[in-house]
């Protein structure tokens, strides 16, 4: 892979994300398709990245293959 074709991933505060890192959700996000919510806070385990630098793919809740913007996730050290 050549590093013209590296997706750089940030959170919401500029720090880089990686495949495995665990991120807060900064704000509540009403998940589309279901009633549910996610709630401001939430710890979110092992996110995987995508091709766009503002999605990644994770599990909340026992919701698979959900994706969530960066813009309202926080990484957590």
Known sequence: ???EDLVIVKD???TRLHDGDTVHVIKDL???GTSS???QGTK???I???DVAD???CRVDHIKGLVLK???LKRVN
């Open 1 to 3: 892979m050549d590093d």
């Open 12 to 14: 919401c505060n500029g």
């Open 30 to 32: 009403k998940v589309k």
């Open 37 to 39: 919510v996610i709630k």
């Open 44 to 46: 979110v385990k092992g």
């Open 48 to 50: 995987r990245l995508t």
């Open 55 to 57: 999605e990644v793919e």
């Open 70 to 72: 960066t813009q309202f």
